[in-house]
């Protein structure tokens, strides 16, 4: 299994290209300097009023598939 954590800060009004479906997948820079892209989708659970904000870590299998995304506090 690999993990990426990393952090997001994605405005409401920012958020809208994703949730209309424009922008489908994120591209994020991990805290260890790599560049990690995953499906929009998973962010859908972590969105507020004020956005999506936080750190979060991304964990799939070494292939890169079957990835999960969880909020860290």
Not at 9 to 21: C, E, F, H, N
Request: charged share 20%.
């Amino acid at each position: 299994m690999r993990r990426f954590e990393f952090q997001l800060s994605i405005s409401a009004q920012q958020y809208l290209d994703y949730y209309r479906g424009s922008v489908r997948q994120v591209l994020v820079r991990c805290t260890t300097g790599e560049t990690i892209q995953f499906p929009a989708a998973h962010l859908t659970p972590y969105v507020s009023t004020a956005g999506i904000h936080g750190r979060f870590v991304l964990t799939c299998d070494d292939a890169g598939k079957g990835s999960t995304l969880e909020r860290r506090a």
